[in-house]
Each structure stands twice: as C-alpha cells, then as structure tokens.
Nanobody, 123 residues
Framework: QVQLVESGGGLVQAGGSLRLSCAAS????????MGWFRQAPGKEREFVAH????????HYADSVKGRFTIARDNAKNTMYLQMSSLKPEDTAVYFC????????????????WGQGTQVTVSS
C-alpha cells in the first residue's frame, strides 16, 4: 500500500521560513517524479513544485520561484520543500504527490497524494 506522509507545516509570520517533508513508503519511489501542490480555502489545487526521479531537474510555479526549493533524498524515500520569504498568500494545505503521467502542473495527472499539511502565514 502506498503511503505519503507530510510534516513540517505550521504557523509562521510573513518573511519567515518552513521546511516541509514528505515520507514515502510502500514502493521504491526513487523511480518516480514527485511534487508539491497546495490548496487554499475556496480555491482549486495549484501546482507548486516538481522534481524528477534523480533530483537533477526541478520546476516551480511562478508564484514561488526564487523562494521555494524542492529536493529529495532517494535513500530515505523522502522529499522536501524549503519555503522562505513566506507571504500570507502562501497560506494553504500543502500536498505531497508521486508519479505523474503527462503535464506535471495538472493535479489529475498525479497518481498518489498525501493527506496534506497546513501552512499558515500571518501578516
């Protein structure tokens, strides 16, 4: 059974930092792309970041480029999202995702989802 568990969310002031982690189990995730999506209240899920199987290629939404960094440790089956210079508009539930087919910015293209972790940025 595939399981993704996010951690590291919380409440932070604007300008602060947080690091999210996603621990994967049940498969050898080192073969697959991974990513992060987020969903704010009343809004659709939106793409945040993508990383290929080896970690050699990354992509970011324009809204987080230069502030967020995605990384992975395949030996630990863990992915990370380092978030800096956080803004109130970054407030959302952040989801870890694994294995996509097709366009990585499309949430429907990802096979496995974590339960999400709340990030709240106060102004």
């Amino acid at each position: 059974q595939v399981q993704l568990v996010e951690s590291g969310g919380g409440l932070v002031q604007a300008g602060g930092s947080l690091r999210l982690s996603c621990a994967a189990s049940g498969r050898t995730f080192s073969y697959y792309a991974m990513g992060w999506f987020r969903q704010a209240p009343g809004k659709e899920r939106e793409f945040v970041a993508h990383i290929n199987w080896s970690g050699s290629s990354t992509h970011y939404a324009d809204s987080v480029k230069g502030r967020f960094t995605i990384a992975r440790d395949n030996a630990k089956n863990t992915m990370y999202l380092q978030m800096s210079s956080l803004k109130p508009e970054d407030t959302a539930v952040y989801f870890c995702v694994v294995r996509h087919g097709g366009e990585y910015t499309d949430p429907n293209r990802w096979a496995y989802w974590g339960q999400g972790t709340q990030v709240t940025v106060s102004s």
